[in-house]
RNA sequence: GCGCUCGUAGCUCAGUUGGAUAGAGCACCGGUUUCCUAAACCGGGGGUCGCAGGUUCGAAUCCUGCCGGGCGCACCA
């Protein structure tokens, strides 16, 4: 089925085209409901072109607007806008005509998926392997995710790079330090176990640093790692596995699923792509390092800035595993479209890389590259997110600390809820060390009853109750997160983000776990209703959320078409907010026990799809919906 | 110095190829509960959209110039 923004612009769009052929309709939701639901804005420009009055030209629009079986009478308003509202019956009938969610999983609520799919590579999370994965790989790992999951709703054929950073200087120092700490790594690779990676890459660097036999050894592993020594390889393989298992415990947790092919798998295409670059003249020598100079690039001092693509000590550089990586792409891959989720500084060196790909016809000049570049997360404070001692957070403990601010912030309302006699709910302790992530995080400070009583009370076993934790802290994250403009910088505020109220993750779920509750309390499956037949929609409130739900579609296709998860987001609490207005006891209406047995029907399906399009929307940006909260 | 990017309510942020009186949330003030989850809802105050010009029916949005923050600018990725 068509979203209704689509079918508005092509009624509207073949009105328009009468008064002149490449007009664009110009339709879009409108901002507020005066105005009604859509309107077509495309009359005042047009007039302008045609040199008449825009009231008349709106007029004649309508004269052969054929939308009378959609909309009430359009109306024309301000200068020319022609406004258009959804009439109830029709909602009411496209609402009916969403099939019913199928057992197997995978609802689409009706949703078709695009009719040109599309091999689609995105680049995302492609942390460097030599450490732990830290704050620095939150986004782009959650920001990718959610590209990869609406991209693949739609359709598209969607591979997941994880290109991670395994090759390069400091491998050999690595290699040579674990053949140190666990001597017995040729005999036994897979058992090694590295318990913290990052603590294990400090020592490394500071043996390197104080002994210069140490150094040397190093620096003759790079070169014997480099040249597919054996034993070597074997060592570097097994701490590359190690590192990958700390990575993919993240990812799982996380739901994140991603193919492993770190720059190392590329090793062996550099030189031939080096070689016909070279060979076609696209690459030229320059100060003794291989470079592409592109169009528009300067350094600092006005030169031509180039592409590096070998360095004059005759190594590579991440330019030229980039190229090598996009011959890949499209050669082996068959990508037609190349996402790179990596942060904002980095732009300077897509635009050269894509720019030298598309030159020397490594990108066929049909296909798409893009940077999806995103802000950095910084401290509450707004300085950069580092530890006290200005070192860098693990991902893992960040993870943790969300997980358990969720916990005492889910402990404390139930609490609260239960009219518990615990006295005042300590809701935060972050006034103090506000640059502190992990501050008021602790288990210990909780004000509020045990987990285990509040479980009691609200009968969830304390395992039923961890669960909760876990998915609503990392709910929480990735919202937060997902929720801002990825163009911004933004400030990872544990409270905002774990709130119950304003645009956030629990609220969402809050509200996904309420219309659950209605369809037990109602003693109905949802997944039993019937579906197809006439709804009936009278009270704006219910009114107002049939068109929320069905607004999805429009809005799925413009966050793929613009790659914003925020998009989604908003529309997620809109469509909650219209929910609770349309549960609300004063301005709402009665469900369970409405006034007759088909309003009650009615109003249990439009609560479903309202439940399955949030959890849809959701479950596009890597959020798992929970039964109860 | 050049380039990129951001600047919107006290705070955190939205704002769809330029559209109507610039929206939310938090905080603050007030209201709603014999009634399906009040973990909710409703109302109120609060803005020279960094500044100044320009483009036009119309500008937070596009152009120019300033101011302020961040990032980048030849061999680390």
């Known amino acids: 089925m068509k979203s209704i923004l689509q079918e508005l612009k092509t009624r509207v769009g073949s009105a328009v085209r009468r008064l002149d052929a490449e007009a664009d309709p110009l339709v879009r939701a409108s901002t507020e409901d005066q105005h009604g639901d859509y309107q077509s804005n495309c009359a005042m ?41 959804l009439r109830p019956d029709a909602l009411a009938s496209r609402l009916a005509a969403i099939p019913p969610a199928p057992s197997a999983g995978g609802d689409r609520l009706g949703i078709d998926p695009v009719e040109q799919r599309e091999t689609v590579v995105v680049d995302l999370s492609s942390p460097n392997l030599a450490k732990e994965m830290h704050v620095g790989h939150l986004r782009s790992t959650v920001i990718g995710d959610c590209v990869c999951r609406i991209l693949e709703f739609l359709g598209h054929d969607v591979i997941r790079e994880n290109h991670v950073g395994d090759w390069g200087t400091q491998f050999g120092m690595l290699v ?70 700390h990575c993919h415990r993240i990812l799982d947790r996380l739901g994140v699923a991603v193919i ?88 300077l060196h897509f635009e050269m890389l894509f720019a030298a790909a598309y030159k020397s016809g490594i990108a066929p000049a049909t296909a798409r ?103 609503v802290g990392l709910a929480a994250v990735k919202y937060f997160d997902l929720s801002h403009n990825l163009a911004k910088d933004y400030r990872f505020d544990l409270d905002a983000m774990t709130s119950l109220e304003g645009n956030t993750a629990p609220y969402m779920l809050y509200a996904y776990a309420r219309i659950r509750a209605i369809g037990r309390k109602a003693g109905v499956d949802y997944a039993d209703l019937p579906a197809g037949e006439a709804m009936t929609l009278e ?21 793929a078409a613009d790659l914003k998860p925020n998009l989604l987001t908003d529309y997620l609490y809109d469509l ?38 949030l959890a849809l929307g959701l479950s596009l940006l890597g959020i798992r919906t929970l039964e109860q909260m």
């Open 45 to 85: 420009s047009l007039a302008k072109k045609l040199g008449r009055p825009p009231r008349s030209v709106a007029e004649e629009i309508l004269r052969s607007l054929d939308i009378a079986d959609l909309c009430e009478p359009p109306q024309i308003a301000g200068p020319g806008f022609i406004n258009l509202r």
């Open 260 to 347: 492993d092919r770190g720059e190392s798998f590329y090793n062996d295409l550099m030189p031939k792509v080096l070689d016909r670059l070279t060979r076609d003249g696209h690459a030229v020598e320059s100060q003794g390092a291989l470079c592409m100079f592109l169009e528009g690039f300067k350094t600092k001092e006005g030169e031509p800035l180039p592409l590096l693509i070998r360095k004059s000590d005759g190594g590579y550089n991440y330019a030229t595993s980039d190229l090598a990586t996009l011959v890949h792409r499209f050669e082996t891959l068959g990508a037609r479209r190349v996402i790179y989720v990596v942060g904002m500084p980095q732009k």
């Open 539 to 559: 009270h704006p409130s219910e009114i107002a959320l049939a068109r929320a739900v069905l607004r999805l579609p429009e809005i799925l296709d413009q966050a």
């Open 576 to 613: 909650s907010k219209s929910f609770s207005r349309f549960y609300d006891r004063k301005l709402g209406v009665r469900v369970i026990d409405a006034p007759t047995p088909a309003l009650r029907l009615s109003r249990l399906r439009l609560c479903d799809l309202t439940a399955r399009a």
């Open 369 to 471: 590259l893009e940077h999806l570049a995103f802000g950095s997360m910084l401290a509450k404070s707004g300085a950069p997110f580092k530890t006290r001692e200005g070192g860098t957070i693990k991902l893992k403990d960040l993870l943790d600390s969300a997980v358990a601010r969720a916990r005492q912030v889910i402990e404390s309302s139930a609490a609260a809820a239960q009219g518990d006699a615990a006295g005042p709910i300590e809701s935060s302790g972050s006034s103090e060390g506000a640059d502190d992530p992990f501050a008021a995080a602790g288990p210990g400070d909780l004000a509020g009853p045990s987990a285990a009583s509040v479980a009691t009370r609200r009968s969830l076993t304390s395992a039923q109750m961890e669960d909760i934790a876990e998915v």
């Open 176 to 245: 040579a330090f674990l053949r140190r700490a666990q001597p017995d790594v040729l005999a036994r690779p897979d058992s090694i176990a590295i318990a913290d990676l990052e603590a294990f890459y400090i020592q490394a660097k500071a043996l390197f640093d104080a002994d210069p036999a140490f150094k040397k050894e190093s620096q003759e592993t790079v070169v014997a790692l480099q040249q597919g020594d054996a034993a070597t390889r074997l060592v570097w393989q097994a701490f590359c596995n190690e590192s990958l298992r």
